[in-house]
């Protein structure tokens, strides 16, 4: 005769009797997944920031050593769609911390409405961060062995060809991290579609925001490096 010390129930940690539709077997509680969950994309988000670091790294270098040249081709770029991208992230990261509070308080509708302004406001990012390559492209501002700008009626003393990789190896990258947001914001609203979320489950949403947040932050020391540089 099995006793009540010998059945599943009686070995599993307190708190394992919680239990939503979407905790992997392997967690014994949703507080355990949640922390887990959260754990991971800190550390995920570290290895982003040592990347970019890197890459600001080498932007100061160029600096240290072109001084001249960086002030001299930093004006070719668009300070104008520079602050406006600057205001669209910024709004968007205040729609992203509403979406997150909504689906800590159950309410699905504004999640999805916060959620699709997020998706805007990165669109409309990506739109003008379109407009702004197209004329580095036809002024023929392009990094390395491409930059033919003197061709076209530019010409900047020093190397500005070093200076344009950097910057569009950091925008580029930037850019890549925006497009993987619209994505994963994506999915994050067919799943606010389907009711996934609420007080009890909403570390996608928290996690996703966190990496949002990374994006922006990102972005607000690139326009002044890159655009408001003297």
Not at 52 to 57: A, D, Q, Y
Not at 89 to 115: C, E, F, H, Y
Request: glycine share 8%.
């Amino acid at each position: 005769m099995s006793s009540d010390h010998d059945s599943p129930k009686a070995h599993r940690p307190h708190g394992a009797g919680e239990h939503h539709a979407f905790m992997a077997h392997h967690f014994n509680t949703p507080g355990q997944q949640a922390g887990a969950a959260k754990f991971g994309m800190w550390v995920f988000l570290s290895t982003e920031i040592l990347m970019f670091s890197g890459l600001f790294l080498a932007y100061f270098i160029v600096r240290m050593h072109y001084p001249d040249m960086v002030l001299a081709a930093h004006e070719h770029l668009n300070k104008t769609m520079g602050g406006i991208n600057t205001v669209v992230l910024i709004t968007s990261s205040l729609t992203m911390a509403l979406a997150v509070r909504a689906a800590q308080v159950g309410d699905t509708p504004a999640i999805k409405r916060n959620i699709l302004l997020t998706i805007a406001f990165a669109f409309t990012f990506m739109v003008v961060k379109y407009f702004e390559y197209t004329a580095k492209i036809e002024h023929g501002m392009l990094p390395g062995k491409f930059y033919n700008a003197a061709e076209h009626g530019y010409y900047i003393e020093g190397h500005p060809h070093i200076f344009f990789a950097v910057y569009f190896c950091m925008t580029g990258l930037h850019g890549v991290h925006v497009l993987i947001g619209i994505g994963v914001l994506t999915w994050i609203y067919l799943r606010a579609n389907k009711g996934h979320f609420g007080p009890n489950y909403y570390t996608p949403v928290e996690n996703v925001g966190l990496y949002w947040h990374l994006v922006d932050l990102v972005w607000i020391f690139l326009f002044p490096l890159l655009y408001l540089v003297r």
